[in-house]
């Protein structure tokens, strides 16, 4: 297992490295807030985010992202399903202060496992339907891989410290955006390598870098995120 392990991480860094070679001069700091709560005795609930993405550590904003959605757990099942509605405010890279506003629906499917006796995996799909300032209708396609594997503990319990790690690649629905403008079908890929703590059950801390790989750029940004069931 510890050999596993550690060829695991040594995997993910190799991605890192390579996709890092695009420009880093100023790394990016990403603040963010993620909460979920399942209604009692019910199969409903909700979760979403709130994230404040900076170009550089602060000040300099990438986006300001405002997310939610109503979920529903199918029976004898930990299926995740959730219908959501997400507002986007996309600024300039360097001094301007010009941004776009976007206006976002989302249908997602998250399904988590557990390999082994301590590697937590979990699938997300979401489809996205964008209505972009001055675009035409659009559409995307992710899917995010996540592992979580504890290191001090067998499982994320109390006072758990361990390792995080995800891949996410987002498709292009259509390539014409209107007004002659087109994109390329592939839109981006995030790699991320960082370390969270379990505070108590419902409650973590990660801290961690992630790599965000476009047709146009790439670039370095720092995640400091809570995690919050309630």
Known sequence: MKKF?????????????????VDQSKTGAWYM?????????????????????????LGDLEQ?????????????TNVLLTLGYANITTGQYGDSKATVSE????????IPQKLGGRLY????????????ENQDFRTRYRYNLFLN???????????????ALYNELFINGQT???????????DRNRTYLGIGYVIKPGKRIQFGWMNQKTNNWGKGQLQLSFHHSF
């Open 33 to 57: 807030y993620f909460y979920r709560h399942q209604f009692k005795d019910s199969q409903f609930g909700i979760q979403g985010d709130l994230q404040h993405r900076n170009w550089n550590t």
């Open 103 to 110: 206006n976002r629906i989302y249908q997602e499917a998250f």
């Open 5 to 21: 392990l550690c060829l695991l991480i040594i995997a993910f860094c190799c991605i890192i490295d390579i996709s890092a070679q």
């Open 121 to 132: 995996l979990a699938h997300r799909f979401r489809y996205e339907q964008r209505f972009v």
């Open 176 to 186: 014409d955006i209107g007004n002659n403008n087109t994109v390329q079908l592939f």
């Open 149 to 163: 594997i504890p290191l001090n503990q067998l499982a994320l319990i109390d006072k758990t410290v361990y390792i």
């Open 64 to 76: 300001l992202l405002i997310r939610s959605g109503l979920t529903f757990t199918p029976k004898k």
